[in-house]
């Protein structure tokens, strides 16, 4: 795109590894690719190593709550940076962290972007945040239509997949690694689990335990992800794989190589960026999110999967553990066909969901907050 090059500070909470981190990593490669600089202000994580070899100027910074005093120096200190950097933008993520960037932005006269990942952000937040930005963008039509019944007009730009980062391959070592048996049928859960998603994967977990209790002994689960219901949903699956006999269930934590774990998959179960970058790996993705349960994802579905966010936005079912475990079995039965879809899925993520057509509509954005467009 033409102009000069812009200095945009991306901020997050933390550089954990999560679906918000991975895509604000895809997106500053994107933006460093065709010129543009770029730095990041989180706390540390497991993501802050591929920040850097990205290209990306990093800052270490605590966001959590604190005294007054404690905030005055936070801001001070987050304008000295955007000074250093010469900041032409800040995009936010986030809470805290947006609100304490934007805060030190507005006092710099440097527009904000705010882009809404879901649902979950407090009210009291969300909306300081929203009247900080400049421009909103949302990663779904279905919060754009949230967004704008709290009174805020917003655009709708889909989470860019990074082609180069998620595509087919060998899982084979990784489920050696976990023990897993190669005529074993792998499911992988990926989530943060809090909110609807632990809900989501504890029932999950218990649709695992009528499988496995009616003959699906072949079946194993993969979960990546950490939050607070970790530990609460680690000793349900203690207690399942006790009562079955025999270890199943692989909880995982955190993992910042995420592509290994869907080729290790045979079915990824999630949600929002989850199901896309599963797509581009061309797995077959059995969709449930926050909101609820939408189902396999297929050519004939597409359009309506995109519009419910596969499940994190909108949704045809409540969760159920008997409607999980009849449609993992259903897809079980009928893997070769699921698998088959896997290419025209890599194909749809293409045409779709490239970064490249995400950067361009991004740059855009911020251009136009600067006043260029």
């Known amino acids: ?143 754009q239509s949230y967004i704008t019944r709290l009174g805020f007009p917003s655009i709708v730009v889909p989470n860019g997949i990074d082609l180069a980062e998620f595509y087919p391959s060998s899982g084979a070592k990784l489920r050696s690694d976990l023990g897993i048996s190669e005529d074993a049928i792998v499911l992988m859960y990926a989530s943060r689990l809090a909110w609807g998603k632990a809900t989501a994967c504890d029932v999950l977990l218990r649709a695992m335990k009528d499988l496995y209790r009616y003959g699906w002994d072949k079946l194993e689960l993969v979960v990546v992800g950490d939050g607070p219901k970790y530990n609460a949903i680690s000793e349900l699956a203690e207690f399942i794989q006790a009562e079955s006999g025999r270890r199943f269930i692989h909880m995982v934590g955190k993992q ?16 929002g960026r989850v199901a896309l970058e599963a797509m581009a790996c061309e797995k077959p993705v059995l969709a449930i999110g926050n909101h609820g349960y939408f189902g396999w994802v297929e050519p004939s579905n597409y359009e309506q999967a995109w519009l419910n966010y596969f499940g994190d936005h909108g949704s045809s079912a409540a969760y159920s553990r008997y409607l999980f475990a009849s449609e993992i079995a259903d897809g079980c039965r009928r893997l070769e066909g699921l698998r088959a879809n896997g290419i025209e899925g890599r194909r749809w993520v293409e045409r779709e969901f490239h970064i490249d057509q995400s950067i361009d509509q991004m740059m855009s954005v911020y251009r136009s907050a600067i006043g260029e467009i």
């Open 1 to 143: 795109m033409a102009g000069s090059p812009l200095s945009v500070l991306m901020a997050l909470d933390s550089m954990d590894a999560g679906g918000t981190e991975t895509h604000v990593l895809s997106l500053a490669k994107a933006l460093i690719k065709i010129g543009q600089r770029v730095s990041i202000i989180a706390a540390d994580g497991p993501m802050r190593f591929r920040f850097e070899d990205a290209g990306c100027h990093v800052y270490l910074f605590e966001f959590q709550p604190a005294g007054v005093s404690v905030q005055t120096e936070r801001i001070v200190r987050l304008q000295e940076i955007m000074r250093s950097e010469k900041v032409d933008c800040v995009h936010v993520h986030q809470t805290p962290s947006g609100l304490f960037t934007a805060k030190a932005a507005n006092l710099l006269g440097i527009p904000s972007i705010f882009t809404v990942h879901g649902t979950y952000y407090p009210q009291t937040a969300l909306k300081s945040l929203l009247v900080y930005s400049e421009s909103v963008i949302c990663v779904s039509a279905p919060l």
């Open 256 to 271: 910042s190589q995420m592509r290994e774990y869907y080729n290790a998959s045979d079915i990824v179960v999630g949600t």
